[in-house]
């Protein structure tokens, strides 16, 4: 018996050293915020890099050839195109000083500004931004364009003034949204994938899959120096982690942090509120039964209900959306749309009946793990659904898997996850969803919209291309071809130490504004 | 007079308690395990939610009672996957010995050498995520320490007398495995179990901590213990449960394994 009680005094001994160390622990930290002349604080500041925490790893570095837009936010601060995005969701020269647009909208001209290098040194010449636009086009792939806005390109020339100029084959007004393609020096393009050199603010240092990337300051950058030396982004797909990383002293810094955290750091972390600029929505496999019958995607649509959904998910900070563009896009958004279907059970069952399936039926909701906000409003949509007798079992599979499956594969029923636009045009938010695009993974298909997207690209009438667009938007949510929810809410969690975070309106992250105080 | 077997007595009696504790839970829930609410998220413990509210509103009583059941099922399933399979390949291993016998302990060295988590991660990867799915993985990562235990048992009695008038007798080699030599391997096999038992829970757990257990709508002590993660300090009540009932049901059968082995010896 002496034993046994031996044993257990041990126990609770260790235990309470362990509770005892881990309270000491958190004491720490806490001076270490409250007094900055602390020799912590001093080691953190070191050097003045910061450590960022990403949810997702990168798919590709080569920045012709990445498609996440999680990869593309982050990149931004290494790649620069003709033009890029500025935070107003407009763009801005870059690598080219000026423009022209020829009347007709078929011709670009672009005049290269002086003294812009690639982060080898070398000056960034006519032949450089040539290659790089024609790779865009499809020169070193099979010819199917890099970048899909380059689809409709019929040449790429320079003049003899030394001038850029891009043909076009149907006039676009939203083409100098896909100049942003980054330029790289001539012949790079096979090695990119692991070693990118561009002309941004930062000039990457190395990569480690699944792990870390880290950039430094380019001292020979044509524009605003960045204030950091370096910037390491560590990937660390889980929000736990990334919040015990906050807490812990390793990462500075945390990106698309989800609002159930934010009670954990607002303490010692200063705490900045914005929109994430990406249409969330229970995005949904059109080609399938019974999902290819629009009075089951209404009825789900009808079911549900957005606002309890940003209550849950975003303390009511999220915005809804209604459709497949965000609000931030205000030129083309439809507030309306974000108000038409409103929970409304008789009526859903009803449509459901009317299609069949007056029992409702079973169904899987795929989501991937490594975003909570999307795990968390998988389980709100799924007890919302099951009100009309829809079973939905959330499922949750790993980020690589969701590219592969879901999003390259189309092999789902319903997903929830988050479209971002890699360029600030209301085409790269719709043409997606005209019928057999390669990014379509709702296999959405309707005559009209594909009609009157294609008209909204080729118009030269501004007003006449608001009007098409918020036409389809309007065809997107009447057809529910997915249930869109809302623009997520997104945290940015940073030491206090830190100032100068610029928010943009597009899905990047411009380290460059970042600041020690 | 007798030493008490203290360690079988409380052991008995936490485990007894956990158990009452788990099957309430498969009769009645104060709520729906499963039941959002907006209004009650990170609730703190109060009369209305005894052990408070998780990042959802989830009533974490509830949650602890059906995650608790829901481990428990996990586990005596791995356990019986592993324990039936391991007790035949044990058996028959143990009481033929020869070629058969050596190719199957080093198909069994083998999978004990990788780390059991790792490997069940691998076997998740491969079918796919899902109850059924990590009994299997788990099941057949149990099978060799069971095997392993059971054939050292019997290498320990084909060789006795009674073993040997048996044969002699001519009683058929399936009635000598399963009616003359099990029985004596029970006390071993009783404690073997215990352990088993103890690390099923705890694997269940920590996969499902790992977000390759179950479902993000099902409740498990290891799933609710990584939810409740990014909340711990200003929530703790998330984790705090889960994690006691973890601790006191693996503390409790660890005794009665402990007790189990005093008494043998």
């Known amino acids: 018996m002496p034993k046994v009680f031996k044993r257990v005094l041990l126990l609770l001994t260790v235990a309470s050293l362990l509770l005892i160390s881990l309270c000491g622990c958190a004491g720490d930290t806490d001076n270490g915020k409250k007094d900055p002349s602390s020799a912590q604080s001093d080691e953190l500041s070191d050097g003045s890099s910061v450590t960022v925490g990403i949810a997702q790893d990168l798919d590709s570095l080569d920045p012709h050839r990445a498609l996440n837009a999680g990869t593309s936010e982050v990149m931004f601060n290494i790649f620069e195109g003709l033009m890029k995005a500025s935070p107003d969701g407009g763009v801005i020269p870059a690598v080219a000083s000026d423009y022209?647009?020829?009347?007709?909208?078929?011709?670009?001209?672009?005049?290269?500004?002086?003294?812009?290098?690639?982060?080898?040194?070398?000056?960034?010449?006519?032949?450089d931004v040539l290659y790089s636009l024609k790779r865009c086009a499809g020169s070193e792939s099979d010819g199917t364009p890099l970048i899909a806005a380059f689809s409709n390109v019929a040449d790429i020339a320079a003049d003899d003034r030394g001038r850029v100029v891009i043909t076009l084959t149907e006039p676009s007004l939203e083409f100098l949204n896909a100049t942003t393609a980054a330029i790289i020096p001539q012949g790079t393009g096979d090695s990119q994938a692991t070693a990118p050199v561009g002309t941004g603010p930062f000039s990457f240092v190395s990569y480690m899959p699944q792990n870390s990337m880290e950039m430094v300051r380019y001292e020979g950058y044509w524009g605003t120096a960045p204030k950091l030396e370096k910037v390491t982004f560590k990937i660390i797909t889980d929000v736990n982690t990334l919040v015990m990383g906050l807490n812990g002293g390793t990462l500075d810094m945390v990106i698309h942090l989800p609002n159930t955290v934010a009670a954990e750091v607002q303490n010692n972390f200063t705490v900045l509120e914005d929109t994430m600029k990406l249409v969330q929505a229970l995005y949904i496999n059109n080609s399938v039964k019974p999902f290819d019958d629009v009075r089951v995607r209404q009825a789900m649509y009808y079911a549900i209900n957005v606002p309890e959904i940003i209550d849950?998910?975003?303390?009511?900070?999220?915005?809804?959306?209604g459709t497949s563009m965000y609000p931030a896009f205000t030129k083309y958004f439809v507030p309306e749309l974000a108000h038409k279907y409103q929970q409304d059970l008789?009526?859903?069952?009803?449509?459901?009946?009317d299609a069949g399936y007056p029992n409702g039926f079973e169904m899987t909701i795929t989501v991937p793990g490594n975003y909570e906000q999307h795990v968390d409003t998988g389980l709100v949509l799924s007890q919302q659904l099951a009100a009309i007798g829809i079973t939905a079992n959330v499922q949750e599979v790993a980020w690589e898997t969701w590219v592969s499956d879901v999003y390259k594969g189309s092999q789902f029923e319903g997903t929830v996850s988050g479209i971002a636009a890699s360029n600030m045009t209301a085409r790269e938010m719709l043409e997606r969803y005209t019928t057999g695009h390669s990014k379509n993974f709702i296999k959405f298909s309707n005559q009209e919209f594909d009609d009157v997207v294609s008209r909204a690209m080729t118009t030269m009438d501004m007003d006449e291309q608001v009007t098409l667009y918020k036409r389809a938007q309007e065809i997107l949510n009447e057809q529910a071809a997915s249930l869109w929810l809302q623009d997520l809410c997104d945290l940015v969690v940073m030491d206090p130490k830190l100032d100068g975070m610029t928010f943009y309106a597009t899905y990047v992250l411009d380290m460059s504004t970042i600041y020690y105080k | 007079?007798?030493?008490?077997?203290?360690?079988?007595t409380f052991g008995s009696v936490l485990t007894a308690c956990m158990l009452v504790f788990i099957a309430l839970g498969f009769f009645w829930t104060p709520y729906d395990p499963g039941a959002l609410s907006a209004r009650d998220k990170l609730a703190e413990p109060s009369l209305q939610h005894l052990f408070g509210c998780d990042q959802?509103?989830?009533?974490?009583?509830?949650?602890?009672?059906?995650?608790?059941?829901?481990?428990?099922?996990?586990?005596?399933?791995v356990l019986a996957v592993g324990f039936v399979f391991g007790l035949l390949i044990g058996a028959l291993c143990g009481y033929y010995g020869g070629a058969v016998d050596a190719t199957v302990m080093r198909v069994c060295d083998a999978i004990t050498?990788?780390?059991?988590?790792?490997?069940?991660?691998?076997?998740?990867?491969?079918?796919?995520?899902?109850?059924y799915n990590i009994i299997a993985a788990l099941g057949i990562l149990f099978i060799p320490s069971f095997a392993r235990l059971v054939r050292g048992e019997f290498i320990k009695y084909r060789s006795r007398d009674f073993v040997h008038s048996a044969r002699l007798a001519g009683v058929p080699a399936m009635r000598i495995i399963f009616v003359h030599i099990l029985p004596n391997t029970w006390p071993v096999l009783l404690s073997g179990l215990t352990i088993g038992f103890n690390n099923a829970v705890l694997s269940e757990a920590s996969m499902s901590f790992l977000g390759i257990g179950v479902g993000p709508a099902d409740a498990s002590l290891g799933r609710m213990l990584s939810e409740g993660q990014s909340s711990l300090f200003s929530a703790p009540w998330c984790t705090l449960f889960p994690a006691l009932v973890v601790i006191l049901l693996v503390l409790g059968v660890g005794m009665v394994g402990e007790g189990i082995r005093e008494r043998i010896r």
Do not use: Q
């Open chain 1, 100 to 127: 022209e647009i020829s009347p007709d909208g078929k011709t670009y001209t672009f005049t290269l500004r002086e003294g812009v290098t690639f982060h080898n040194g070398n000056a960034v010449t006519l032949e």
């Open chain 1, 312 to 321: 849950f998910v975003c303390d009511g900070a999220g915005v809804p959306t």
């Open chain 1, 346 to 353: 008789t009526k859903a069952k009803k449509l459901l009946a």
């Open chain 2, 1 to 8: 007079m007798k030493k008490r077997n203290w360690y079988l």
């Open chain 2, 56 to 77: 959802l509103g989830r009533d974490v009583f509830s949650r602890t009672l059906n995650g608790a059941g829901n481990t428990l099922i996990i586990a005596l399933a």
């Open chain 2, 113 to 131: 050498a990788f780390p059991s988590i790792l490997l069940a991660m691998v076997v998740i990867a491969i079918i796919g995520p899902g109850t």
